[in-house]
């Protein structure tokens, strides 16, 4: 089986962010002219998928050090998932380099 990774998609990467303090964001999306109100958790996992593609336990490890915190991978599947229905990161299969 081929590993997934999650990649931002076009979409994400033109995105206003506005910090509200106390871990609330709103980011208004340039591409569907929509205002979205994330949490200092998805904005994290958003800023890690801008700089490299992720599998779902990368961005849980990568959440549970950042966080300090149990991270659910569940929870990761839920968030990714809208994050996705909202058009801000899409899948992609990962190819084996091949000699």
């Not at 340039?30 to 904005?43: A, L, P, R």
Request: aromatic letters at 10%; one cysteine or more; glycine letters at 6%.
């Amino acid at each position: 089986m081929i590993p997934q990774r999650v990649v931002l998609a076009k979409a994400g990467r033109l995105l206003l962010w506005r910090d509200w303090g106390e871990g609330d964001f709103s980011v208004y999306q340039v591409s569907s002219s929509e205002t979205h109100f994330f949490n200092y958790t998805t904005k994290l996992m958003l800023k890690l998928v801008e700089s490299a593609p992720a599998s779902i336990e990368e961005i849980s490890e990568f959440l549970a050090v950042a966080l300090s915190a149990n991270v659910e991978l569940s929870d990761i599947r839920g968030a990714v998932g809208r994050l996705e229905e909202l058009g801000l990161i899409e899948w992609f299969d990962e190819v084996p380099n091949c000699p």
